[in-house]
């Protein structure tokens, strides 16, 4: 069970404020959680971040560092990007239980991720679309704001629930792919639509956009996705004949 814990991480992006970084790591650790990644923080944690981690202070410096979200979520076959905002192109969605068990399932097999954005406008539209899904933490619509460390506390608290709700841990039935692989299939995607010139190559527009919701819409397993490889691979053969 630890081992399952172990693999759920808390992302940060882009982090302004310090203190958050140490509540943050605190909310966690209350919570059973213990894998802190912080990408591109505006400031490296500080004394106020140790202040406010207080007893998470092993946490807080083993939390990992890297400077893009894609780097953060390599190597994980689910990722859940939290938003505040409602977005022109829907993208599949988890209530903040679902978003809990999802990751206490899924977690037992390997890393997942759990990503929170910037203290001023969240996660840019590039980093929501590098998630499988979006939770929205349904706060009063009069007063919906909640500080980081607070949204970072009430979904380490679903997780925590969903772990705590778990009686069996059954093997998965299927096998995804990781981040990391889901993105060179969307570049290899992206440029054998150009080549067939159904895409202009400097112009994407919503296309690619619309192609990745439907590909997280249907969330193909990994065997799936090879398939999907081998397809544009011969595609490839005949859109680049001489």
């Keep these: ?8 991480k808390v992302v940060l992006v882009n982090t302004s404020h310090t203190g958050n970084i140490g509540s943050a790591a605190r909310a966690m650790k209350t919570m059973g959680l213990s894998q802190l990644v912080l990408v591109d923080p505006v400031s490296e944690p500080d004394g106020k971040s140790s202040a406010l981690a207080a007893g998470a202070g ?3 410096a083993n939390a990992k560092r890297v400077d893009t979200l894609a780097e953060a979520v390599a190597d994980c076959a689910l990722v859940v990007g939290t938003s505040a905002r409602s977005r022109t192109l829907p993208w599949p969605m988890l209530e903040p239980r679902e978003c809990g068990v999802k990751m206490v399932q899924e977690g037992q097999h390997g890393p997942v991720a759990l990503v929170f954005g910037r203290e001023n406008n969240g996660l840019s539209n590039d980093e929501l679309q590098q998630c499988h899904y979006h939770v929205c933490i349904p706060a009063n619509p009069e007063y919906s704001s909640l500080n980081l460390a607070a949204a970072v506390q009430t979904l380490c608290y679903e997780v925590r ?7 069996t841990f059954p093997e998965p039935e299927n096998e995804y792919p990781l981040s990391a692989d889901l993105e060179r299939f969307y570049v290899h995607l992206e440029n054998t639509l150009s080549d067939a010139e159904f895409i202009q190559k400097n112009h994407p527009g919503v296309v690619m956009t619309k192609l990745r919701r439907l590909v997280n819409r249907a969330r193909p397993e990994a065997q799936e996705l090879n398939i999907l490889r081998g397809i544009l691979s ?5 859109t680049n004949k001489d």
């Design 1 to 8: 069970m630890a081992t399952m814990l172990e693999n759920i």
């Design 161 to 167: 629930m969903g772990y705590l709700g778990q009686e």
């Design 234 to 238: 011969s595609v490839d053969k005949l």
């Design 58 to 60: 092993d946490v807080l």
